[in-house]
């Protein structure tokens, strides 16, 4: 599966790590190899929460290891089930990266990301360029707010192949009963290649359901608030689009770009916990294989 043969060429918080063919300027993974490596820049990623700091991105490991059909890559422990020149299908087990938002601490925060980056209005969404009213005196603090624990999300994906694009769709439940909340993911990836610049665009659709919102973004008794600043989260669809630039430099480093925007939907942006509809990332910098 191209997907899983490739080298990191992807980092941030979100989502799936595009694949190129492999050829004499790439290095590809062997069965049960180690891959490692670090790209070190500039960048960070917006935070939408009130008093929520941006999420700087400086240094970023990209660790994976592929068997003959499990898989660890930055985070996603899976096993790859079928394989075709067609299509590919995985089960995995991953940190929701919901909670990235509220700890730097976070694999969201630190490894180049396999969760999804999110296209296409829906019903719910906020209006682009327009930020959620609200009131100053009903804005929650991140930091007054009880603390949002970690889940872990059990997925299926698969992958279909069309030509040059890739389409991949997801479904993720909770395991761990933090939320008991569920993901579904759409996403297109297309990657080109212009003598030695290896650019893919990826657009992304995933929706979000009431309870894994809820439990984030919503704010009730357990946070200790008045009760006017209550909120209930709501289900809805966030789109996405995200571009990556890679140029080599010698056979381990090579030079890395990547810039993405987020739409939130109105289910989570009028939570008084939220005070901006959009997420914003960007990074430049340089990848070293080791």
Known sequence: MRAFSCLFFVLLLITSR???????????LDANQW????????????????????IPLILLPDIAWYGEAA?????????????????????????????????FLH??????????????????LGEPG?????????????????????????GARWYF????????IAIEQDISGVHKGQKVAASILYPWQFADWQVSLQAQLIWKSRDLIDYYYGVSARDGVDRSQ????????????????VNPI?????????????????????????NKNKVYSLFFGAAYRF
């Not at 192949?161 to 991949?168: A, P, W």
């Not at 010698?250 to 008084?272: I, R, V």
Request: hydrophobic share 35%.
């Open 35 to 54: 891959q490692v490596g670090l790209a070190v820049g500039l960048g960070g990623k917006s935070n939408p929460l009130v008093d929520g700091d941006t």
């Open 130 to 154: 327009r930020e959620p009213e609200i009131k100053e005196n009903l804005a929650v603090s991140l930091d007054d707010v009880a603390r949002r624990n970690w889940a872990v999300m059990a």
């Open 161 to 168: 192949y069309v030509k040059d694009s890739e389409l991949h």
């Open 230 to 245: 209550f909120y209930q989260g709501k289900a809805g669809f966030q789109p996405s689009i995200a571009v990556t630039v």
């Open 71 to 103: 898989y660890f890559d930055n985070g996603e422990l899976g096993w790859q089930w079928t394989d075709s020149p067609h299509s590919a299908f995985v089960s995995y087990v991953s940190v929701d990266n919901e909670r990235a938002f509220f700890s």
């Open 250 to 274: 010698n056979e381990q480093w090579h030079w890395l770009a990547k810039a993405s925007y987020q739409q939130l939907h109105t289910g989570m942006t009028d939570s008084p916990l939220v």
């Open 18 to 28: 595009p694949s190129f063919p492999c050829d004499s300027t790439e290095q590809c």
């Open 107 to 124: 694999p969201a925060n630190i490894f180049s990301s396999n969760g999804t980056i999110s296209i296409s209005p829906e019903p719910g």
